[in-house]
């Protein structure tokens, strides 16, 4: 594989949760920047018409990403007036979730226990979605992610911002690149606390931290020929696999795991 498995500070369970959310609100910001939702949609709306319920599973939310709005979307789509999400994470972001809750919409909800992508609850079904999140997964972690939903008989959709193109040799030209990106798009983050402002401008903690996770992401991202090993011994009649790049403001790669007979 091309890919090379270095950390990501999020990923620790000491990793303070505020910086965390502090990091994943800006990369919320990236994904409206590069037009994830439109992407998003059309790759969902084929899934969902091979799920046995009009339901998204989200995996790894952080702080929402483009799901929220592709989920409102969707929902304006013909036969999706009933279409429910739910945001689910490893180290699920209270905050948000006490946001959402107070939004009283019942088809929207943030699980507020930590959900394993690679061993998810058989209650929780419908389109499993991982936005921006699949390359924090060790090769043996992320295959599981795939055969867990093929086995469950549940679509996946995997969407990363990266196609991993770059030389790896030049990763590490990104980490100013980011710093610089993370001063000049907090002030789009939602919601702006004074604790984002602070620890951005006065303190740099939250950019140092988006410019190290995001330069290490490219060089963990899954290739498609990555893909392509990942996914051997897994084709099988009933289920159909799909890889592809999605070109636009950056190069972008999905994965589709579809059920075929139900």
């Not at 972001?93 to 809750?101: E, F, G, V």
């Not at 798009?185 to 995001?214: E, H, N, S």
Request: aromatic share 10%; charged share 20%.
């Amino acid at each position: 594989m091309k890919r090379i498995h270095l950390f990501e500070l999020e990923d620790f369970a000491w990793f303070p949760n505020w910086i965390r959310i502090g990091v994943t609100r800006l990369i919320v910001v990236m994904h409206k920047f590069l037009g994830s939702s439109a992407d998003l949609v059309q790759l969902l709306s084929r899934a969902l018409a091979h799920s046995e319920s009009a339901a998204i599973v989200d995996l790894c939310s952080g702080s929402g990403g483009s799901m929220l709005e592709v989920y409102r979307t969707l929902k304006k789509q013909p036969g999706l007036d009933c279409l429910t999400l739910t945001l689910t994470d490893l180290y699920p972001n209270l905050t948000l979730a006490a946001a959402i809750k107070g939004q009283g919409d019942a088809a929207l909800r943030y699980d507020t226990q930590s959900i394993n992508a690679a061993d998810v609850a058989p209650e929780l079904r419908g389109v499993r979605t991982l936005v921006g999140s699949f390359h924090h997964m060790r090769p043996e972690v992320a295959r599981r992610i795939l055969q867990d939903a093929k086995e469950k008989r549940q679509a996946i959709c995997v969407y990363e911002l990266s196609d991993n193109s770059f030389p790896i040799s030049l990763w590490w030209v990104a980490l100013p690149l980011n710093f610089l990106m993370a001063l000049f798009i907090t002030p789009f983050a939602r919601p702006l606390t004074v604790k984002q402002l602070l620890f951005t401008y006065a303190l740099p903690v939250i950019p140092f931290c988006f410019a190290w996770d995001g330069a290490v992401s490219n060089a963990r991202t899954y290739t498609l020929g990555d893909m392509a090993t990942l996914l051997e011994g897994l084709q099988s009649d009933g289920y159909t696999w799909e890889t592809g790049l999605i070109s636009g403001k950056a190069k972008k790669l999905y994965l589709l795991g579809l059920p075929t007979e139900r």
